[in-house]
Nanobody, 114 residues
């Protein structure tokens, strides 16, 4: 059974950093593009970043360009989201997504607050 499990969220002060991880299982991870989405309270879920099978970044939301970096380790079946210079508006639940399977992780909460 295909599954995505995120980790790494938490409470951080403005200007701080976090690295989110998403471990995939149940499918050939290295063969599929992967996404990170986020959903803030009262807002629609939005695409944050997308990465190809070989680690090429296809997309960053304008709001995170220059601050967030998506990467993957196919040997570990893991996709990462490095988030630097975090702002209060980055507060959201962050989800890993495998678009070819319409498969979502359970989400991890990121809260940016002083």
């Amino acid at each position: 059974q295909a599954q995505l499990v995120e980790s790494g969220g938490g409470l951080v002060q403005p200007g701080g950093s976090l690295r989110l991880s998403c471990v995939a299982s149940g499918f050939t991870f290295s063969s599929y593009h992967m996404d990170w989405y986020r959903q803030a309270p009262g807002k629609e879920r939005e695409l944050v970043a997308r990465i190809t099978t070989t680690g090429v970044t296809l997309f960053y939301a304008d709001s995170v360009k220059g601050r967030f970096t998506i990467s993957r380790d196919n040997a570990k079946n893991t996709v990462y989201l490095q988030m630097n210079n975090l702002k209060s508006e980055d507060t959201a639940v962050y989800y890993c997504y495998a678009p070819s399977f319409l498969l979502w992780g359970q989400g991890t909460q990121v809260t940016v607050s002083s």
